[in-house]
């Protein structure tokens, strides 16, 4: 089984006083042997985006977790994100008006995750589970 990682899985991992760092390791781990690691390029980008952070110290974080980057994405992807988050920001209008919470990147995440049939390791599950109901999730 191929199981996609959410950025907040491995930023929490990361960050050791952080109150899921040790959750974030365990599952990782779990995962591991359970089957293949993956990332989306949207992923690889937020990590990149942090303070301090830099490609080669995420590609090597890649490369010595045996953690691989899907950096291609097919048409179904993207057009599975952009209903996701228009559904999303329509619920977010009828709670009171409320503006959007998310940003598209976490509906670029999902649609990986499920249009390639992976499972998504991830914080969020709320989130996911209501815009992607048919993506199989685990959450810390």
């Given amino acids: 089984m191929t199981t996609a990682i959410d950025t907040n899985v491995i930023i929490a991992l990361w960050d050791a006083s952080d109150s899921l760092h040790r959750a974030a390791r365990a599952a990782l781990d779990k995962t591991f042997n359970e089957g293949t690691l993956v990332i989306s390029g949207a992923v690889y980008a937020e990590l990149v985006a942090g303070q301090g952070r ?13 953690i691989a980057v899907e950096w291609e994405f097919e048409e179904k992807m993207w057009r599975t994100a952009g209903t ?4 999303y920001a329509a619920r977010r209008r009828k709670q009171n008006g409320a503006e959007a919470r998310c940003i598209l990147a976490d ?3 999902g649609a990986h995750a499920l249009v390639n049939g992976y499972k998504l390791l991830t914080l969020d599950a709320g989130i996911y589970q209501a815009s992607f109901p048919k993506l199989s999730i685990t959450s810390l």
């Avoid at 830099?54 to 977790?65: G, I, S």
């Fill in 107 to 109: 509906f670029v995440i």
């Fill in 54 to 66: 830099t490609e080669a110290f995420v590609d090597r974080f890649c490369e010595e977790t045996g």
């Fill in 84 to 87: 996701a988050f228009q559904s």
